[in-house]
Every structure is written in structure tokens, then in C-alpha cells.
């Protein structure tokens, strides 16, 4: 079942930063927060995870508050191709991703 | 690397029909996971296996839904028979171990009639 929320839609406009946020207020101390986003036509691209530091790859950064009830994914320079819908999930059981609905991203030119 | 292959892309059928899709994972990546995605919705597991062992069947309707992973590499995805429900993309992932971010085919679309 669902561990988290996030706003159903956004929009950013192209070359500025995306900040998607998403709420995890059950989340136990053990339980990471992934992110995961779906271009439409394909499968689920893996983004970025993160336990309580904050981390950053070559695709985004994530920020995770000091309580971990919330995350903030920040895709520092949106483009076209970043236009997808974006999925903050918290495992459960043997990695088992449950992705609700998650939040679409629109990138205006 | 090689990513997650699946095919076919696309595959019509009436219903009542049989149909098998077919995954071959990440090399070396032990974990492997069959999705459902209806239009609309985020996808859902149905199975995971480690190796050629099953993990988690619980979401799969066994009454026609089976999968195999037989020397723990590739898989297939059957529907016997088929229902207009069913019809989705039905997506493939892997892992290199269960607590690995997991990676995703493209899937494979399917429509039934």
C-alpha cells in the first residue's frame, strides 16, 4: 500500500530547476525513499535514492529532511526530455515498489 | 550495459486466447519482477523471483497467470485464458539483489479483443 504522497501534477518551465516533493510521515528508520520516473512509452527509470543524507548523481538530488517524514527530488536544469511522471516510492517487503500515481511533470519550452 | 529486453513490444489477441511474454534481465542481475501497468495507473508486481526460486506471487491471478524462471536468467509471463482486464503493459524488471534499485524494460503492450 501506499507510504507516500505527492501533488498530482506540476509544471516547470524549460532550464529553470524542478523541485518535486513527497511525503513519507510513516516512514520506519531503516526504509529508504526511492524516486523513479515514467517517459511516456517506456518502462520505469530508476533516479535516485536515499537513506537520511542528502545525495546527488548525474540525473537529480535528493533532500531528505532531518525527521524523514518528507523528500524533495530537484532536477537542477529541466529540459524537454524530462517531462514524465515522477514516482517517490518507499519499499516494502523484498523491495517491493508500490507506485500510485505519482506526480506529472510538464517541462514548458 | 545491456539493458532489460522484452518482447514482443506489442501483441493483439481476442479473448479467451493464450498468450506468453517473454524477459531477459540485466546480465548478472539475480532478482527479477513482472509488473502490470493498466492505462492510467502505476504499475503492480505480480512476481518476483531470486534466481529461479519465487519470492512473491501474492498479486498474481495463479488461476491464469503463471511465470517461470527456469535456470534463473530469462523469464516468461503466461495468460491462460485471457480476459479483457487484462489487457496493460506488462513491464519486466531486475536487480542485482533484492535490495537494488531495479531496472525496467519497455515492456510489452497488450491488447485483447
Known amino acids: 500500500d501506499a507510504k507516500t504522497t505527492q501533488p498530482t501534477s506540476m509544471d516547470c518551465a524549460e532550464g529553470r530547476a524542478a523541485n518535486l516533493p513527497c511525503n513519507h510521515s510513516t516512514i520506519s528508520g531503516n526504509e529508504y525513499v526511492y524516486w523513479y520516473r515514467q517517459i511516456h512509452s517506456q518502462g520505469p527509470q530508476y533516479i535516485i535514492h536515499?537513506?537520511?543524507n542528502n545525495e546527488t548523481n548525474e540525473m537529480a538530488s535528493l533532500i531528505i529532511t532531518e525527521d524523514r517524514k518528507s523528500s524533495t527530488l530537484i532536477l537542477p536544469h529541466a529540459t524537454l526530455r524530462d517531462t514524465a511522471v515522477y514516482y517517490c516510492?518507499?519499499?516494502?517487503?523484498?523491495?517491493?515498489?508500490?507506485f500510485g500515481t505519482g506526480t506529472r511533470l510538464t517541462v514548458i519550452p | 550495459e545491456a539493458g532489460v529486453a522484452q518482447s514482443p513490444r506489442y501483441k493483439i489477441i481476442e479473448k479467451r486466447q493464450s498468450v506468453a511474454f517473454w524477459c531477459n534481465p540485466i546480465?548478472?542481475?539475480?532478482?527479477l519482477y513482472w509488473y502490470q501497468q493498466i492505462l492510467g495507473q502505476g504499475p503492480k508486481l505480480l512476481i518476483q523471483f531470486q534466481n529461479n526460486g519465487v519470492v512473491d506471487d501474492s498479486q498474481l491471478p495463479k488461476d491464469r497467470f503463471s511465470a517461470e524462471r527456469l535456470k534463473g536468467v530469462d523469464s516468461t509471463l503466461k495468460i491462460q485464458p485471457a480476459k479483457l482486464e487484462d489487457s496493460a503493459v506488462y513491464l519486466c524488471a531486475s536487480s542485482l539483489t533484492p535490495n537494488q534499485p531495479q531496472h525496467f524494460g519497455d515492456g510489452t503492450r497488450l491488447s485483447i479483443l
Open positions: 536515499g537513506l537520511k
Open positions: 516510492i518507499v519499499p516494502t517487503g523484498a523491495n517491493n515498489l508500490f
Open positions: 546480465s548478472g542481475h539475480a532478482t
